[in-house]
């Protein structure tokens, strides 16, 4: 019943920035936490952020100081602003909701990031 659409992503410069959007189906307030993940290729997938209803924000320290996680909640829209990319960053990144009580996840289609040198 749930789905989370993303758009945004493509080939960015190192040193750009770009954005992500992931859209739920329903209000992101019935999710105990929402997040994005990455996968680069022959690397696992790996935590990007997360972020909580009252705010709590996490990073990974690969990202810190240059991603920021946030939302806009008439849209039920989670968003990730990505500043002075590296090729590093490069990956395939999904959005991620978390329900309350027992988890259970959904995940967007996801999106490539490509950030060429």
């Known amino acids: 019943q749930v789905r989370l659409v993303e758009s945004g992503g493509g080939l960015v410069q190192a040193g750009g920035s770009t954005t992500l959007s992931c859209a739920a189906s329903e209000s992101i307030f019935a999710f105990n936490i929402l997040g994005w993940y990455r996968q680069a290729p022959g690397k696992q997938r790996e935590l990007v952020a997360t972020?909580?209803?009252?705010?709590?924000?996490n990073y990974a320290d690969s990202v810190k100081g240059r991603f920021t996680i946030s939302r806009d909640n008439a849209k039920n829209t989670v968003l990730l602003q990505m500043n002075s990319l590296e090729p590093e960053d490069t990956a395939v990144y999904y959005c991620?909701?978390?329900?309350?009580?027992?988890?259970?996840?959904?995940w967007g289609q996801g999106t490539q990031v490509t950030v060429s040198s």
């Open positions: 991620n909701a978390r329900t309350m009580g027992t988890p259970y996840d959904y």
């Open positions: 972020l909580t209803p009252d705010d709590t924000r």
